[in-house]
């Protein structure tokens, strides 16, 4: 079981100087976006390294939904730069990036696909000491500040990949309730959704007792290892504070309970899925988000197309649970019951569609996207949607149910209108 520390609390961010003095940094590198340096949360970061007296650079130039090209900027800047500590100050897209800065910092003659998962890269194991990274969430979905894992857009592909290592993880997670305020509408919904999925795919993951061969090595045992008794404590507790908090944390901005209690889902989650993982939902979404045509989701201020992150992952989810969920019907069952559903007289073998309505409801009621038709696929793009989703061995292996290229076109298919 590998997870990051954590501090959570109002106003803690107000500490990383001191944090930063502590372990001796004499050069740190904070990451960014460009929309969140305007705001007060990148502010807050400056403001005590400035008063700690800590010696840094800023790079504001991360891109949302980061790609290989975005992620060679980030490291040429940290390879010039020979920072000896990071902080990350975003959503998932800054946090990923700097840690990929930071390994690449640490392995200066390395190639980018010389640690990005086989079968895209060659999935090196990662066996050297990185320099701290200090991470500063602001959305209350990734999880990143808890996991070693870093996604990006690879161009060339139309697809996502990424690189998963526990080397990779945050030294330490600073969760500043404070942040998730200055998330837009629909920044909270699709964030949110990526929340639940995170909880969903990772309690209903392929148990890790099935899964083989064993690593020859510990150093080669994935970060994603499959649903486990310690994953699944925080997986489910996730789970009910989603279920209690989402609508209201969507509904209104200024809900400091909802808000800050999504804010600590999101980090149960992902303590949950990044030892645990993700399945389908995640492998599918990937040419979703890479494959996007004009789709500009609303409060994302950017200038390309972007179907965001939680959004891909949450338009397939109830084709995806109604195919799993003869493999762990219990499972489905448990949490449909979790998210609201009457399940005292529900069959097993109706546990899927009864999760699948559950989902299709707190997605209608959040205004989400009426399937993949609605952010611009048609069935004609089903096929490119299955050969970018073939190569996500990472997560689509963890499935409980195994699938053909077959079972993906017809997921597909089901996806593309959800009500």
Not at 23 to 30: L, T, Y
Not at 224 to 237: A, E, F, M
Request: glycine share 8%.
């Amino acid at each position: 079981m590998a997870c990051s520390n954590i501090r959570y609390g109002e106003g803690v961010t107000n500490e990383v100087g001191m944090d930063l003095q502590n372990i001796g940094a004499r050069k740190v590198c904070v990451m960014t976006d460009k929309n969140l340096a305007k705001l007060p949360p990148v502010k807050a970061v400056l403001d005590s390294l400035v008063k700690n007296g800590v010696n840094f650079q800023v790079f504001d130039k991360v891109r949302v939904e980061p790609t290989d090209l975005s992620f060679k900027e980030a490291i040429t800047f940290a390879r010039q730069g020979q920072f000896d500590a990071y902080v990350a100050v975003g959503g998932g897209s800054v946090m990923d990036t700097c840690k990929v800065a930071n390994l690449y910092s640490c392995s200066p003659d390395a190639e980018l696909f010389d640690y990005v998962n086989a079968p895209i890269g060659k999935g090196k194991p990662i066996t050297f000491n990185l320099h701290p990274l200090i991470a500063v969430p602001t959305t209350a979905g990734t999880g990143s500040e808890t996991t070693g894992v870093a996604v990006f857009d690879y161009e060339a592909m139309k697809f996502k990949t990424g690189i998963a290592s526990r080397a990779l993880k945050p030294l330490l997670g600073i969760v500043d309730p404070l942040h998730t305020l200055h998330m837009p509408d629909r920044v909270a919904a699709y964030s949110g959704f990526d929340v639940l999925c995170h909880a969903l795919e990772s309690y209903t993951a392929l148990p890790y007792s099935l899964r083989s061969p064993c690593p020859p090595n510990p150093v080669n045992r994935p970060a994603y290892q499959g649903s486990n008794p310690i994953s699944d404590v925080w997986s489910k507790h996730a789970l009910r504070i989603v279920a209690k908090y989402i609508k209201r944390a969507v509904q209104n901005a200024d809900d400091l309970e909802a808000r800050f209690n999504m804010h600590l889902a999101s980090v149960f989650a992902g303590i949950g899925f990044g030892n645990a993982g993700v399945h389908l939902c995640h492998g599918m979404s990937y040419p979703v988000a890479g494959l996007v045509k004009t789709f500009k989701a609303e409060d994302y201020n950017v200038d390309h197309p972007l179907v965001p992150h939680g959004l891909s992952v949450v338009l397939t989810s109830p084709a995806v649970f109604t195919f799993t969920s003869p493999m762990c019907p219990e499972r489905h069952l448990e949490a449909a019951e979790i998210l609201g559903a009457d399940t005292k007289t529900v069959k097993r073998e109706d546990a899927g569609l009864v999760l699948a309505d559950t989902l299709r409801n707190f997605l209608f009621e959040l205004h989400v996207e009426d399937g993949l038709s609605a952010v611009g696929y048609t069935n004609e793009d089903i096929p490119a949607l299955v050969k970018g989703t073939l190569p996500q061995e990472r997560v689509t292996k963890l499935s409980p149910r195994p699938q053909t290229e077959e079972d993906l076109a017809n997921l597909f298919e089901s996806s593309m209108k959800m009500y």
